[in-house]
């Protein structure tokens, strides 16, 4: 079958070809299982003109895009071809009611793929909207292990806005060191950072400059495989832009020259339509939004994104937005542009605080909750290496995941002593580097009461760097939570809460932390399973900064032995599939 999403092409008839093909397919039939066979492999690619090995779905970075039908089963088999290394794929915004064990996340709801072994996954997408799936063990996202997941509307809905064609961007972040070598910098000492990335990528696409290397002969910049990615526009037409990103590290500006961006989606909910010339977008989140193709159709224009929040040093990614039946490929007459300031917290926290959900599709949050949990994000050391900790504690992975150690009631596994509630409030000074640097290291886990309602309060700091405070974009496994409010400095206990938005808060999956900000969100703890909650930065993850919600335990079904097979549970047997 044609997937309609990629169907990219540039030619009227191709386009109203595609149109047709997504009509007939998704008019007929009921819920349905799709099945996907995976293979991952190290290759050579050469997404910003720079060789190096990326890992790859089925020959592909960005990986192939699932495409389903709100209330389908997707079965993804996954074959870890990889020589030395395990795998894991998460399936980030699908909730896995019923199936904790599918999550992906190794060390925490499975044993990682052994090389040569394989895994299948099974999970209903249980609701329409845009989301993405990568790999969620050691730091192989960064690799090139990533794509799109598209879940579209059941049979006779219709999306509360409208638009001609439906189209997917995926953005990305592209060091040159492989994964490896970073992570071996951020645990050693002296501590070596991953730095800036050097390209950023539009669909797997980027351009890094050949002429700064010594020695370019792994750097060629006429490599098809470098070549911007076009996106053609029919003049007069309304583009829906699935726009995710998945960035290591970056915070993004995206912006398509010239042209009005309507936001109408966020990470799976509809969003009260808002207007602007630049969205911004944190790694784990999606958008969709409208573009109507309404400028002087006789020239191309840039599609641009741009790293903000922190000092860039990676040059602008570029796009082209096309319109037909101008060349693909012919530039845009103009010098793209490099973004808005990138310390402009005000701006960007105004943006966040305009995501509201959509009048006629509220679902509106209990107003009071049962327990509120407030954590302090903070950059530590322990034993002399750096780490990113909540409430002083910083997250090891245990070697037996959370979800089997639970189920089976592994005690041993992990420390049974419940992590902080809360921190030091009346004598922390958020504002200034920490007198005792110090953290400790901890596999705690936070148990939360079935289908009670839990308040989250992230709460920023000052970093070990004076005057510095990074943004964080907080993530959270097997739930979407009501993002009830921002705000600058300190949380104040007694009268922030007061100011929650109850009436029409944005039900997300990811949220950033500004920086020296507190945001607040709340969920109800009604999926059984154990549950991730992380900055969706690659190097602070892998650095400590995640905690663990268990909920239900003893609801959850019988695990697969298929997840086993390592830790305490290297015994269980685990046949091959
Ligand atoms: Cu997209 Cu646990 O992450
Ligand atoms: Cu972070």
Redesign the pocket.
Known sequence: MIEPMQCIGYLVRFLAFCHLISFISFSTVEARTRHYDWEVNYEYKSPDCYKKLAITINGRTPGPTILAQQGDTIIVKLQNNLLTENVAI?W?GIRQIGTPWSDG?GGFTQCPIQPGEKLIYKFVVDRAGTY?Y?G?YGMQ?EAGLYGTIIVLLPNGVSEPFSYDYDRNIILNDWYHKSSDEQATGLSSIPFVFVGEPQSLLINGKGKYNCSLLTTPGACNATNPQCSPHVLTVVPGKTYRLRIGS?TALSALSFEIEGHDITVVEADGSYVEPFVVRNLYIYS?ETYSVLVKANQDPSRNYWITINVVSRKPATPTGLAIFNYYPNHPQKPPPTVPTTGPLWNDTTSRLAQSIALKARQGFIDTPPLTSDRAIVLLNTQNKIDGYYKWALNNLSLTFPTTPYLIALKENLTDAFDQNPPPDGYDFASYDIYRVAKNVNATSSNRIYRLRFNSTVDIILQNANTMTVNNSETHPW?L?GHEFWVLGYGMGKYNMSSDGKKYNLVNPIMKN?VPLHPYGWTALRFQANNPGVW?F?C?VESH?YMGMAVVFEEGIEKVGNLPSSIMGCGETKSYNRPRP
């Open positions: 998460h980030h996340t993405t990568h969620h996202r998945l784990g993530h496994h990811t991730a992380h969706h993850f």
